[in-house]
């Protein structure tokens, strides 16, 4: 990619996107809530997640995979702590949109509650949604299978998705604390810049079809990547295809990539995001919870390590000071997806 950087404020980036997505046959509910994520992923930096992700956005809308038109809808209230959104086909992000306020009310109210999206196509981030919540004085919990492109410790053949999980915790007057990781040891996503880089992984990312270690990535995407921490982090991989796939009677990984058939568009299955009250949670116990977790982080931050996202959010400011700085070869790719639809995507 060369690297000819112009600025661009970040609501004239997010006009362009949301106008390339109403080009590819998107609603508005689907294209705004799409626009809103990527956008957010180049402001913060995080190319993997930003505009990387339309073309294989719109390639899932093409294949037919997604429901461009998709109406995400709420289920009737049952009166418990579980809130449930069908996506109806559609992206997972209009579904979340729809569901978070009646997420923060009941578990304002409750303590505790969790959103439910049924029958989603899934590509972003987590962290956009934990940081939604955390906006709400909530501690928040994001998780979600994938496609399977990873094996479990121990195996060679892709079994478990990537399977992110992202935490927020709110805090009065700075930038939450958020992270947000696949179990992978890698996101599929930096494997592919890695490719378009012509880069060699780091070794321990990934095996190749026969379940030999190697650096290569075109033979990794071949073959499947590596949880982190070996036997822990396939644990937790695994318990979140647990949790966030057979749990809320949505697709493992595993199923997902059978349905889709492919690696190449955006996969099927459902989220799993958890809210918690701090105050509720704390009631009745010496100290204030909000002030305690500040006096955690000040020692963490004492011991001269930083905390999640700390460069995320120092990008942030510095786009919404600045604009997002798009390579010329990225302003190209946009005047063509904003030209051509879907007529500039391949299957």
């Known amino acids: ?11 004239a980036l997010f006009a362009r996107v949301e106008a390339i997505f109403r080009r590819g046959g998107l609603n508005a509910v689907q294209s705004g809530a799409l626009a809103r994520v990527i956008v957010a992923g180049e402001r913060d930096a995080c190319k993997s997640h930003g505009i990387y992700r339309i073309e294989g956005a719109l390639r899932t809308v093409k294949a037919g995979k997604v429901n461009a038109e998709a109406m995400p809808e709420l289920a009737p209230d049952d009166g418990s702590a579980i809130i449930r959104v069908n996506a109806r086909g559609g992206f997972a992000n209009p579904a979340f949109e729809l569901g978070l306020p009646h997420l923060a009310e009941r578990a ?6 969790a959103l439910v999206i049924n029958d989603c196509t899934h590509f972003s981030a987590l962290w956009p949604e934990v940081e939604a919540v955390t906006a709400h004085g909530l501690a928040a919990l994001a998780l979600c299978p994938s496609y399977a492109t990873v094996a479990p410790a121990g195996g060679t053949k892709p079994l478990l998705g990537t399977n992110p ?4 915790w709110p805090r009065s007057g700075s930038d939450p604390y958020v992270f947000d990781f696949a179990t992978s040891v890698a996101a599929r996503g930096e494997i592919e810049l890695k490719r378009r880089a012509g880069e060699k992984l780091p070794e321990g990312w990934a095996v190749d079809a026969d379940g030999r270690s190697t650096r290569d990535p075109e033979a990794a995407l071949a073959g499947a990547m590596l949880t982190f921490g070996g036997h822990k982090g396939s644990a937790i991989s695994t318990m979140i295809e647990l949790l966030a796939g057979i749990m809320i009677g949505d697709l493992t990984s595993l199923e997902s990539l059978r349905q889709l058939g492919s690696t190449n568009l955006s996969p099927s299955h459902g989220e799993l995001i958890l809210a918690f009250s701090p105050e509720r949670f704390a009631a009745g116990r010496e100290g204030e919870p909000f ?27 510095r786009a919404e000071a600045e604009g997002i700085a798009l390579s010329e070869a990225e302003r190209t790719q946009l005047d063509r997806l ?10």
Do not use: N, V
């Open 1 to 11: 990619m060369t690297s000819d950087p112009a600025s661009l404020p970040i609501d």
């Open 108 to 113: 304002q109210r409750l303590g505790m509650a």
């Open 165 to 168: 999980f992202a935490f927020g």
């Open 291 to 317: 002030a305690r977790a500040e006096t955690l982080f000040e020692a963490i931050l004492g011991q001269g390590a930083r905390l999640p996202s700390q460069r995320r959010f120092a990008a942030r400011a």
């Open 338 to 347: 904003a030209a051509e639809g879907l007529d500039a995507i391949t299957l």
